[in-house]
Nanobody, 115 residues
Framework: QVQLVESGGGLVQPGGSLRLSCAASGSIFSIDTMGWYRQAPGKQRDLVSLITRGGSTNYADSVKGRFTISRDNAKNTVYLQMNSLKPEDTAVYYC?????????WGQGTQVTVSS
């Protein structure tokens, strides 16, 4: 069993910042990719950012230059620093990890950007 616990979501004004965290626990041996996806109401779940075990990163065009992904392999934790937030960033953010070819998802954390 693998558990992913997300934290850090909330309500923020446009231009503000939030930091999401996701800690993996349970049957964790060697996580390959860690990442964040988001799903706005009525829309599909889309990739926000990924980071490999070696530290290579990938970002959706809509968040490049504003979001930064990082991970702590010793803590099996992935972070998403979100700056210059926009109303269109409002969504449920889901943590995702890949281990031995299997994907695992967190329960999601709500991020709302509104004045």
């Amino acid at each position: 069993q693998v558990q992913l616990v997300e934290s850090g979501g909330g309500l923020v004004q446009p231009g503000g910042s939030l930091r999401l965290s996701c800690a993996a626990s349970g049957s964790i041996f060697s996580i390959d990719t860690m990442g964040w996806y988001r799903q706005a109401p009525g829309k599909q779940r889309d990739l926000v950012s990924l980071i490999t075990r070696g530290g290579s990163t990938n970002y959706a065009d809509s968040v490049k230059g504003r979001f930064t992904i990082s991970r702590d392999n010793a803590k099996n934790t992935v972070y998403l620093q979100m700056n210059s937030l926009k109303p269109e960033d409002t969504a449920v953010y889901y943590c995702n990890i890949v281990q031995f070819g299997y994907q695992y998802w967190g329960q999601g954390t709500q991020v709302t950007v509104s004045s």
